[in-house]
Structure formats: C-alpha cells, structure tokens
T-cell receptor
Framework: GDSVTQTEGQVTVSESKSLIINCTYS????????LFWYVRYPGEGLQLLLK?????QKGSSRGFEATYNKETTSFHLQKASVQESDSAVYYC????????????FGLGTRVSVFP | DMKVTQMPRYLIKRMGENVLLECGQD?????MYWYRQDPGLGLQLIYI???????SEGDIPKGYRVSRKKREHFSLILDSAKTNQTSVYFC?????????FGEGTRLSVL
C-alpha cells in the first residue's frame, strides 16, 4: 500500500534558525500522487499548510516551502527562519486516487522552537 | 465560513459504554472521513462516507460503525467502548480538494 515516512519524530530548534522536516513517500496506484503538509498547533485541529499536485513544483505558505521531487520521491518541508509560534506537529500526507480513499499520513514530526 | 465541527471536544467513558461522536460540515461536501490519531501511529483512517448512506470501511474499522443520514452530518459510534479506543478522533470533509479537518475529539475510555 501507500506509505509516507517522516524520519524525525521530534525536532528542537532555536528561534531564527532554519528548519528542515524530511518526508519521503511511496504510492502504489499512480506515479505522481498529490502531496500535502498539514500542521497541528497546540490545542487546535489539523490545518492544511500547503499542497502540491504537480511533480517538480514547489508549494509555499506562512514562510514554509516544500518541493515535489519525483526522482527522490521526497517532499521535504523547509523554513529559513523559524519563530516560537511555529511550534507544532507537522504531518506529511499523500493522495494517489483522488480523495476517494482518504489521505495516507506520515507519523508526524513534533517541532519545538525555543527563544 | 468553511468549517468542520466536532462534538464533543472531550469525552470520558467507562469500558463497555456506548460512545457517539458527531461531526458536521456546512459546505455540502459529499465525502467525509473519520480518523484516529495516536502517539507514534499518525492518523489512521477508520471510515469514509461518499454521501448519505454510502459508507466504506477504512484501514481500521473494527470496533466502530458510522451513520450518515444527512450530507452535513457524519457520526462515529463505538458500541461497548474498549480501553484501546482511547484516542483523538478527527473528522474531515472534502469536495475533491484537500480535506478540511475538525478540531478533534479527545476520547478517554477508562
């Protein structure tokens, strides 16, 4: 079946430093699935951060960027300078058959930003 | 304002009791989902609904059932709850765009 791998369960970073959260994927039905990053801030629900549906394209939102790399089957999330308010759990996800089967999520990466 | 609303937000039940989690959306989305989220396991799909009375099992349906009698409402039912069903439950809906999630229901089964 489909799978999404986030290698870091927890990341700690100082404010104003850069952040990279790794995500690799495997889709069984089609070569180029739709890719997403969702974020869950403390006490809140899951929110869409960004999505990219075309291989080779980059998505961006709230200072975060992620590039859909079909060669390495990766969709890493990056931010050049984090703030304390970026502390949250970030989930990478894919959809390979439209939305009829839901999304497949990674395990999530908890990001803690310290001042 | 597009929103998925889950009720209740927090719930404590005893083992063997019945549990009803409710989800509503005001966007007339056809497709709705129930997920559960556990530490170290990410989000797991329990059920999908494609419209009224058109439901399909997800990856972990055992111990759960669902009901969708109106497009706007999708309920998750636990008959005789078990302690291993303690989790955070998320409802989501979509109209062929990135799914919109609710804020979650934190269920504790003691």
């Amino acid at each position: 079946g489909d799978s999404v791998t986030q290698t870091e369960g927890q990341v700690t970073v100082s404010e104003s430093k850069s952040l990279i959260i790794n995500c690799t994927y495997s889709a069984t039905s089609i070569a180029y699935p739709n890719l997403f990053w969702y974020v869950r801030y403390p006490g809140e629900g899951l929110q869409l951060l960004l999505k990219v549906i075309t291989a080779g394209q980059k998505g961006s939102s709230r200072g975060f960027e992620a590039t859909y790399n079909k060669e390495t089957t990766s969709f890493h999330l990056q931010k050049a300078s984090v703030q304390e308010s970026d502390s949250a759990v970030y989930y990478c996800a894919l959809s390979d058959r439209g939305y009829a089967q839901g999304l497949t999520f990674g395990l999530g990466t908890r990001v803690s930003v310290f001042p | 304002d597009m929103k998925v609303t889950q009720m209740p937000r927090y719930l404590i039940k005893r083992m063997g009791e019945n549990v009803l989690l409710e989800c509503g959306q005001d966007m007339s989305h056809e497709t709705m989902y129930w997920y559960r989220q556990d530490p170290g396991l990410g989000l797991q799909l329990i059920y999908i609904s494609y419209d009224v009375d058109s439901n399909s099992e997800g990856d972990i349906p055992k111990g759960y059932r669902v009901s969708r009698k109106k497009r706007e409402h999708f309920s998750l039912i636990l008959d005789s709850a078990k302690t291993n069903q303690t989790s955070v439950y998320f409802c989501a809906s979509t109209n062929n765009q990135a799914p919109l999630f609710g804020e979650g229901t934190r269920l504790s089964v003691l």
